[in-house]
């Protein structure tokens, strides 16, 4: 039993079943035994390895559409934002291939959303030189043009699941059965912010909310509403939530979510039709999987460009690399992007607006 689980079962015992967005919450962000407050995910031993991570290529063609997005809207002075900057290694392949557009780092300043002391740490180290400042939330934001980007952000956000029970909703807790937490569901309940879905769900059916995804969406799009700028999100999910996509990585395979807590990352698939839905009243673009995405962007002779200069594993390695960005068994389809942008304002480069379906859900 780890520390975090004796505690959550004495909090249970004592008050009754939590919401899983509490449980996600203490697992992932306890500050004395969460899983990111002991150990770094992105490290050597972590659990997952993120596609800026994986070439450098994801960094560029990113950071080269944002640039081009600056460049439609006049070249103002802002903000080039990430949330969830992770080691930096986003940022500082955005940083380093924008190097060449005129301007853009003379009146671009960069902002991290980060908490941890830690990865602002390895953050300030890769992204020496350049002109950076942190903060802790992204409500924090100066009122200035913003060009944002989050990559494996939103998965990460505690959410709430709930299973449809005639015309109402019974939400999944987590409870204790015998020593073991279980999840299980709560009386059935009258929903208005479910409301929309009694139209394509029926009985049995799971859905699931981020209330935190609200607030971050809602910060960033008020900034690009009143002063111009952009967004690109890129994560794992689809246009609308339907299913239970909650899921436990531990050592690198799949765990039992409720077993470990605080040794597992928890994460869930990405309700882009949520965020969509928050941003308003910015244009969002129709979702876009990742492989497409950095195929409109060019990735093809950009690593073609690359592979010049390497051989044997270097090159191996690169191609494996531009594979598993791109390939429909890969990350190619499994990650999307959704772009967002001021209305009336050209979308960024690689994104498409978006079609019926979905700018009407």
Not at 178 to 202: I, N, Q
Request: net charge negative.
């Amino acid at each position: 039993m780890t520390e975090l689980a004796a505690i959550l079962k004495r909090r249970i015992a004592a008050t009754g079943p939590i919401t899983l967005a509490d449980y996600m919450a203490e697992c992932l962000l306890n500050p004395a035994h969460g899983y990111y407050a002991t150990r770094d995910p992105l490290g050597a031993k972590g659990d997952f390895t993120t596609a800026p991570e994986i070439s450098q290529m994801f960094g560029e063609l990113i950071g080269l559409s944002l640039a081009q997005s600056w460049l439609d809207q006049g070249a103002p002075e802002g903000l080039l934002v990430e949330a969830g900057p992770g080691r930096g290694t986003l940022m500082a392949d955005i940083w380093r291939a924008t190097k060449g557009v005129p301007g853009f780092h003379q009146r671009m300043r960069i902002v991290l959303v980060e908490a941890s002391p830690v990865l602002r740490g390895v953050q300030a180290e890769r992204l020496t030189g350049a002109p950076v400042e942190w903060l802790d939330h992204l409500d924090q934001l100066p009122e200035a043009p913003v060009w944002f980007v989050a990559n494996e952000f939103f998965d990460a956000l505690p959410i709430r699941q709930f299973q449809r029970d005639g015309a109402g909703w019974r939400e999944v807790v987590v409870g204790l059965e015998g020593e073991a937490l279980k999840p299980g569901l709560s009386p059935r309940a009258v929903l208005a912010e479910l409301e929309h879905r009694l139209a394509d769900t029926h009985d049995g059916d799971l859905v699931e909310l981020c209330p935190a995804a609200r607030p971050a969406m809602e910060a960033v799009a008020g900034r690009i509403a009143r002063h111009g700028g952009a967004a690109i999100i890129v994560d794992y999910g689809d246009w609308r939530s339907k299913g239970d996509t909650f899921q436990a990585m531990e050592d690198h395979a799949f765990a039992d979510p409720f077993a470990h807590p605080g040794r597992a990352d928890l994460t869930a698939h990405v309700d882009f039709e949520g965020l969509a839905r928050y941003a308003a009243p910015l244009t969002a673009s129709g979702l876009t999987p990742q492989g497409l995405l950095l195929q409109a962007l060019g990735i093809e002779g950009r690593a073609s460009r690359l592979a010049q200069s390497m051989h044997g594993e270097a090159l191996r390695q690169h191609l494996a690399a531009f594979r598993r960005l791109t390939d429909a068994q890969e990350m190619g389809t499994l990650f999307k992007a959704l772009a967002l942008a001021q209305a009336g304002a050209p979308l960024p480069p690689g994104f498409f607006p978006a079609q019926a379906h979905e700018a009407a859900g």
